[in-house]
């Protein structure tokens, strides 16, 4: 696989086809093929770096307190007529606005569902207002995508860089596939939510999952 890394990525970042030495547990380019390299042993963070659209701009300016948490497992074949309903639900406007959110949802959804191979994805599109998961961890999961829709965005580290590892934040439209816990056998990124409590300020974030076993888990998966 050969990916071009974009000028604004870290030069620590190595498209995956160059791995056999990675400086880094993180790759970031500016196309979507680059969440593929979740699958490269050394990657524990694949980011495509997406601006957010101008069309979710909007988004900005929503009064979420008019606004539900959206919470539920889709099979992607029905993505289409299922996501913009379940927004209509949530309370988002019922006219192109929303149409549009609906859309990259559904466009996420179904990418993730590639890549993981699953024919369902658990969907979850949440007001954050609490700092959340404020300590740095990873999740209680196999791999679980994250894309702040908007700002401030999840603040993440790498390991390997100890006491001096930056923090670094997704913006606004950054799709973020994250190995979780089940997947990876040592921690080498590791996530947060970054500290809002008190500011007043009001997060909106998609987190997409693989659908939950049926049988319980002993940790239950994390939220942020
Ligand atoms: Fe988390």
Redesign the pocket.
Request: with cysteine; net charge neutral; aromatic share 10%.
């Given at each position: 696989m050969n990916i071009p890394v974009s000028p604004g990525a870290d030069e620590s970042a190595m498209p995956c086809g160059s791995l056999s030495h990675p400086r880094a547990a993180w790759i970031a380019a500016e196309i979507p093929l680059v969440l593929d390299c979740i699958h490269d042993e050394a990657v524990h963070l694949a980011l495509w770096q997406l601006a957010r659209p101008a069309s979710l701009d909007w988004l900005d300016a929503l009064d979420l307190d008019e606004i539900d948490d959206l919470q539920e497992t889709f099979p992607v074949v029905d993505l289409t007529v299922s996501i913009p309903a379940a927004l209509r639900d949530a309370g988002y406007p019922d006219d192109g606005r929303a149409a549009t959110l609906a859309e990259e949802i559904s466009t996420q959804a179904r990418l993730f569902a590639r890549i993981m191979q699953s024919d369902a994805v658990r969907i979850r599109l949440e007001i954050v207002e609490t700092d959340a998961?404020r300590k740095f961890?990873?999740?209680n999961v196999r791999a679980?995508m994250i894309i702040p829709l908007t700002e401030p965005g999840t603040e993440w580290i790498e390991v390997a860089c100890g006491q001096d590892a930056s923090v670094r934040r997704l913006r606004a439209g950054d799709v973020g596939l994250f190995k979780g816990r089940i997947w990876a056998e040592e921690p080498a990124i590791l996530?947060?939510s970054p500290p809002i409590a008190g500011t007043g300020i009001s997060r909106l974030l998609l987190v997409l999952d693989l659908p939950f076993p049926a049988l319980p888990s002993p940790m239950p998966p994390?939220?942020?």
């Open positions: 998961c961890h990873m999740d679980r996530h947060r994390e939220t942020f």
